[in-house]
């Protein structure tokens, strides 16, 4: 049985990306065992095998290795991931971006997006759980009934939008929490897809 080295798995597994986001495609085993200087073919397979096993990528029936953020060919867009938006009550928005990631327009659309990782359980009606990406239009006007990412008082929040006599309230998709009712209210954006965490 062949050892595993977990910097291997770990160049490996950012080879594959690398590759996919370079070139819009995946390497062959061949380029992954000339970038890694392996002696065989069986070890890259073996190092493909691993990262498989733990669900970190899959492979189709023709050998073509993908990751969850697979790139394929076509035009994209880079989605920054802004912090952490509060599905319970809300957090102090965080502005740091933590990172980016290139999209497909195909299933995201070209406007500007951004990326939220979602907290608590306010919006599981919706399916929206503790842990998910929130994938965002950036936008600062909603219609009644979408679900937006609302900023009151600098403190973030991911909730349903409704207009009562013109008065915008914010509410949960969840029995156990209440509606925030606010004048202070910013739509930061609309929210589009939900990436699960599981």
């Known amino acids: ?13 950012n080879y594959i990306k690398e590759t996919q986001k370079n070139e819009g495609k995946s390497p062959s085993f061949r380029q992954i065992c000339k970038y890694m ?7 890259a397979q073996h190092y493909v095998g691993v990262l498989k096993k733990r669900g970190l990528i899959s492979q189709e029936d023709n050998g073509k290795i993908s990751t969850p953020f697979n790139l394929s060919k076509g035009e994209t867009i880079i989605a920054p991931l802004v912090g952490t938006v509060a599905c319970g009550e809300p957090i102090l928005a965080e502005e740091n971006i933590e990172e980016s990631f290139q999209l497909p327009t195909a299933i995201f659309g070209k406007k500007d997006t951004m990326l939220l990782r979602a907290k ?5 009606g919706v ?18 009934g979408q679900i937006v990412v609302a900023l009151i008082d600098d403190s973030a929040t991911v909730k349903t939008l409704h207009f009562k006599n013109n008065q915008p309230i914010l509410h949960p998709e969840n029995p156990k929490y209440k509606d925030i009712i606010t004048n ?3 739509i930061q954006g609309v929210v589009k ?3 699960h965490s599981y």
């Open 120 to 124: 608590g359980d306010s919006m599981i």
């Open 184 to 186: 202070e209210l910013k």
């Open 127 to 144: 399916g929206i759980n503790d842990g998910d990406l929130i994938v965002a239009e950036i936008c600062n006007q909603a219609d009644d």
């Open 1 to 13: 049985m062949k050892k595993t080295n977990e910097k291997v798995v770990e160049s490996v597994l």
């Open 193 to 195: 897809h939900v990436i």
């Open 37 to 43: 200087g392996f002696a065989t073919i069986g070890a």
